[in-house]
């Protein structure tokens, strides 16, 4: 199985300031077709997971433009560019390219 | 807009079957694969399974060994997960998730409010 490395685990940001989460695979998630199959997501307090960000680099639909992601192989990184009050959560990344689909462990980002 | 809506909490004892339900509404279901996930107390999430979108091919995780079933109704745009023989690892959030996948790989674009099942004696 793939295994998915995420750090820092916990995370507190000043709002108006960046942050950055980190993602590692233990194999490439690069596919020949040239896509990244790595997204992130982040679970709210008390909701459902929510897709920010897809095959790597790509923006969920109504996800703000303040949030992107990076990376290719075995390296991917989130950032957000100026924290809000409403980014609070638990960011996971997970891949999509081979079964079983994994999960990273969860970056507990929160108001500093 | 789309919405999964599942069924609600369940307790079980070891050995019982489990069935969690997933509606879905607001978009064309037998054009979208299905995927369920879970989550333990504590734990990172976990894949489960994925059912195609005409429910002819499924494929779940080999850490199941075979308790699981996925299945959907597609008339009734309902998608199906059981699982046997539980155990009380099999405690958790279970997710159902849609596929916004382009057949290559996996995302999963909307998700299902979760249903708790706890197995106890």
């Known amino acids: 199985d793939i295994v998915m490395t995420q750090s820092p685990l916990s995370l507190p940001v000043t709002p108006g300031e960046p942050a950055s989460i980190s993602c590692r695979s233990s194999?490439?998630?690069?596919?020949?077709?040239?896509?990244?199959?790595l997204d992130w997501y982040v679970q709210k307090p008390g909701q459902s997971p929510q897709l920010l960000i897809y095959?790597?680099?790509d923006r969920a639909s109504g996800v703000p433009d303040r949030f992107s992601g990076s990376g290719s192989g075995t390296d991917f990184t989130l950032k957000i560019s100026r924290m809000e009050a409403e980014d609070v959560g638990v960011y996971f990344c997970m891949q999509g390219l081979q079964t079983p689909y994994t999960f990273g462990q969860g970056t507990k980002l929160d108001i500093k | 807009q789309v919405q999964l809506v599942q069924s609600g909490a369940e307790v079980k004892k070891p050995g019982a079957s489990l069935r969690v339900s997933c509606k879905t509404s607001?978009?064309?279901?037998?054009?979208?694969?299905m995927n369920w996930v879970r989550q333990a107390p504590g734990q990172r999430f976990e894949w489960v399974g994925w059912i195609s979108a005409d429910g002819e091919i499924t494929k779940s995780s080999q850490k199941f060994q075979g308790r699981v079933t996925l299945s959907r109704d597609t008339s009734a745009n309902i998608v199906y997960l059981q699982v046997n023989s539980l155990r009380s690892a099999d405690t958790a959030v279970y997710y159902c998730?849609?596929?916004?996948?382009?057949?290559?790989?996996?995302?999963?674009?909307?998700w299902g409010q979760g249903s708790l099942v706890t197995v106890s004696s």
């Open positions: 998730a849609r596929d916004l996948g382009d057949g290559d790989g996996v995302s999963l674009d909307y």
């Open positions: 194999q490439s998630l690069l596919h020949s077709n040239g896509y990244n199959y």
């Open positions: 607001g978009y064309i279901s037998a054009t979208y694969a």
């Open positions: 095959l790597g680099s």
